[in-house]
């Protein structure tokens, strides 16, 4: 006899084992979501600035060069990822532009992930929606799928630059 | 697009839990499916066929669970926070489709376990939206046009 013996007192169908995982894999799944969606976190173009090799704004840039020129916020700019079938987007575009309205220098920007698979790709996005906080110098600095609450975009978006 | 869509919603826009309880009913019908002996297998698999088939030909707000939760469950809850989108939803029961259509197949051909396996993979995302109101078969748009 090897491995474990896993019938119970009735042995369950192939059918039955199915169902168990199937409902297992999705609660899992469901959990994981409800806590890491909205929840920004710091993004690969966040590191320290050195002199000999001035930081290239990969990710306003690849906005830009999909957009055309637009405004970038002087503090931040809320970058939102959206598509057609998307029920949580219009809950994050309220809460972004409320975010926008009430924060100085912060501008929220939406973009139709449909029209614009180049950047989709070039950014790696691959929910909807995404958002991307951008720093007053085009760099990216978090990003959060899913839809965040008010409190998790404020902790985002970086503190006011004193020198400036 | 993604403005006239959400133009359209604020208008006509649905009732979140109306999808997620219709989700719910579909996961009663695939739990039959997958649990039942055949030949109640087989209805149960039609059956559900059926209803995703009307809920992406005709709309989520024309699907026999509409006129359920619109009957039996609405006047019971009170107003929703807010309206939804009906196309998101729309397009999911689509995707339910495509999976119950390889299982009615293969229960059809006899591959008893693709066929299963198709309901199981289909009961995750009507188990997602259920409990969770989160709605796996829109996020596969994206990643279709992605990739495709």
Redesign the interface.
Same mark, same amino acid.
Do not use: K, N, Y
């Given at each position: 006899m090897t491995g474990p013996d896993l019938r119970f007192n009735s042995p369950m #169908?192939?059918? !039955?084992w199915? =169902?168990v995982? =199937?409902?297992a894999?999705?609660?899992a +799944?469901?959990l994981f $979501?409800?806590l890491s969606d909205g929840r920004f976190r710091g993004t690969k173009e966040l590191h320290v600035p050195h002199e000999d090799h001035p930081r290239e704004p990969h990710a306003w840039d690849a906005v830009t060069d999909a957009l055309g020129e637009t405004e970038l916020g002087a503090r931040a700019t809320l970058v939102q990822f #959206? #598509? !057609? +079938? /998307?029920?949580p /987007?219009?809950?994050t $575009?309220r809460i972004l532009a409320d975010v926008a309205e009430i924060v100085p220098g912060v501008v929220h920007l @939406?973009v139709?992930? @449909?029209?614009h698979?180049d950047l989709?790709?070039r950014l790696d996005?691959?929910?909807?929606p995404t958002t991307l906080v951008i720093d007053g110098g085009g760099f990216e600095i978090a990003r959060a799928s899913g839809a965040p609450r008010k409190e998790q975009v404020l902790s985002a978006i970086p503190a006011m630059d004193l020198e400036s | 697009m993604s403005e006239t869509s959400s133009q359209t919603a604020t208008q006509t826009g649905i009732d979140p839990r109306g999808p997620q309880f219709a989700a719910a009913l579909t996961v009663v019908v695939i739990l039959l499916a997958l649990l039942l002996p055949q030949p109640w297998a087989l209805v149960a698999t039609v059956i559900q066929t059926v209803l995703f088939a009307i809920g992406t030909g005709l709309g989520v707000q024309r699907t026999p669970h509409a006129w359920l939760f619109k009957k039996f469950v609405r006047p019971r809850l009170g107003a929703p926070d807010e309206l939804e989108d009906p196309a998101p939803p729309r397009f999911a029961q689509g995707v339910g489709l495509a999976f119950l259509v390889v299982a009615l197949a293969a229960y059809v051909l006899g591959a008893t376990l693709v066929a299963q396996i198709a309901l199981g993979l289909a009961l995750v995302a009507a188990v997602l939206n259920a409990v969770f109101r989160f709605c796996l078969g829109c996020e596969i748009y994206l990643l279709i046009r992605r990739f495709a």
């Open positions: #169908s192939t059918g !039955a199915v =169902a995982v =199937a409902i894999v999705a609660l +799944f469901g $979501r409800m #959206s #598509s !057609a +079938f /998307c029920a /987007c219009r809950a $575009r @939406e139709d992930a @449909e029209h698979l989709v790709r996005i691959l929910r909807t | -």
